[in-house]
């Protein structure tokens, strides 16, 4: 699985964070996403579908 | 101009409709049986215009996501809530609610600094110092006590008034306004008086940080206009919007959401006796599911024609996205009219979705889980000291909620 994330869409609504803590996090200044693992291993690609369901901003896409 | 020609003018549905007082937390009746006829229908609002209603969740999610669906409530055709709403719609700035694209992002990543995911983590200890203090006073208080005034408005107003810098000394005032201004008929008149006030506040506010910052969101806001990013009025529109969703909107859902535990004994057990995370998080989604208390519909025009769920949304015509509705659609949620705490609740639309999604959400989340779960565990003999139908509702505004809610333990 491989992870892709637009910053430009991105509306910093914390979703990714909610649901794959170890895939995502969002910047300090204004929360907009940044990626942390682009290839998550098999226990967190559940998560990583999950997170891409919930952004409300169609930011992130999964390549499985 | 179909309608005329066929002769419906007369069964376009008017809306908003009125709940069934015997069913305090369904959505009103008319809107379900729209809604499991067709993912989308034509209401007439105040105005006598037509646009169209939606009440399926698949439709609702899509429509929210879709970038020719319009904020703007400047174009001709988009919905408003109310008169007070047209009139002021060349006098408001724009803000976050009221922008598209480039614009909005540029708002919203103003707002969005107190709000991640990991700094409200970092917030939870002491929401739950607050509520406990909530807790503290009505148990040491005279019986039977209101769970709105001493509990459901002080913690979210706290939390947003410490996080924002806004005096808490001051809460009164707001609140008021915030009440005010969230008239769900407001005329032109009684909306301008409340909404200028807070303005007013927020701007003086505003001018005295950029004088004199500190910590806070305020603040914040302020650096942008001594940068020249933004005018004192537009911060102080976004200010405004971050005081008033920060706290009403929270305090209603704890209210009718304490109400909702109380009528579902079971299904509070169940949260009381949970310790795991997880479940406690879900069960917040589940309650925002089932009372998606935001009833009067998020505001959307089409900028181009959008062919969903069997018809053609015109550009031009407005949309009404219907949170309740959409919350209680048996395609997404078997049995919607069941509180369960236990089903997966994710994906609910509580919060909106697409790119104007709650900027608050995460805080709102912590609030409601830990608000919900100490309240039950502190006070497990809490009941209602009224009949059911005895509790005020606020079928009136914006926010659906209760005006007071009379407990005992």
Not at chain 1, 42 to 64: F, G, M
């Amino acid at each position: 699985m491989k992870v892709i994330v637009d910053q430009d869409k991105c509306v910093s609504s914390g979703q990714c964070v909610l649901n794959a803590g170890e895939l995502f996090d969002q910047r300090d200044d204004d929360g907009v996403v940044v990626l942390l693992i682009d290839s998550p291993p098999s226990d967190q690609t559940e998560n990583a579908r999950k997170a891409a369901a919930a952004c409300p901003a169609l930011a992130i896409d999964i390549e499985e | 101009m179909s309608d005329t020609l066929t002769g419906t003018t007369t069964e376009v549905p008017d809306y908003p409709m009125d709940r069934d007082a015997r069913c305090p937390f369904a959505p009103p009746p008319q809107v379900l049986e729209m809604g499991e006829a067709k993912p989308l229908s034509r209401v007439r609002i105040w105005d006598g215009s037509t646009p169209w209603l939606i009440t399926g969740h698949a439709v609702a999610r899509e429509l929210f996501a879709d970038p020719r669906v319009s904020v703007d409530d400047r174009i001709d055709g988009f919905p408003h809530w109310n008169e007070h709403m047209l009139s002021t719609v060349h006098k408001r700035p724009r803000s976050v609610f009221t922008s598209d694209a480039e614009e909005h992002t540029r708002f919203r990543r103003m707002l969005s600094k107190p709000f991640t995911f990991k700094r409200v983590e970092g917030l939870r200890s002491a929401i739950q110092e607050v509520t406990d203090e909530c807790i503290d006073a009505i148990l040491a208080g005279p019986q039977p006590a209101d769970i709105v005034t001493k509990l459901a408005l002080p913690v979210p107003t706290r939390v947003i008034s410490e996080m924002l810098g806004v005096p808490y000394e001051d809460h009164e005032f707001f609140q008021h306004h915030a009440n005010v201004g969230l008239a769900r008929y407001a005329t032109a008149e009684d909306g301008q008086k409340g909404a200028m006030s807070l303005a007013q506040y927020l701007i003086n506010l505003v001018e005295t940080k950029m004088a004199d910052p500190s910590e806070d969101a305020v603040s914040d806001l302020a650096e942008r206009v001594n940068a020249g990013e933004i005018s004192v009025k537009e911060a102080a529109q976004l200010g405004t919007g971050l005081l008033i969703a920060g706290h009403e909107t929270t305090a209603n859902m704890i209210g009718i959401g304490v109400l909702a535990l109380l009528e579902n004994p079971e299904q509070a057990a169940l949260l009381r006796d949970s310790d795991d995370p997880k479940f406690i998080a879900n069960a917040a989604e589940e309650l925002m599911r089932y009372l998606s208390i935001i009833q009067n519909g998020q505001r959307r025009v089409a900028i181009e024609d959008i062919e969903i769920g069997g018809e053609t949304i015109r550009a031009g015509e407005g949309i009404i996205l219907d949170l309740a509705p959409a919350n209680w659609d048996a395609a997404a949620y078997p049995k919607p009219d069941q509180l369960d705490l236990t089903r997966d609740a994710g994906q609910q639309l509580g919060f909106g979705y697409g790119r104007h999604q709650c900027v608050g959400q995460q805080l709102a989340r912590a609030e409601l889980q830990i608000v919900f779960h100490t309240l039950l565990k502190r006070i497990p003999t809490l009941r209602l000291a009224v009949p059911l139908d005895e509790v005020p509702f606020k079928h009136d505004r914006l926010a659906y909620g209760v005006y007071e809610l009379p407990v005992t333990w």
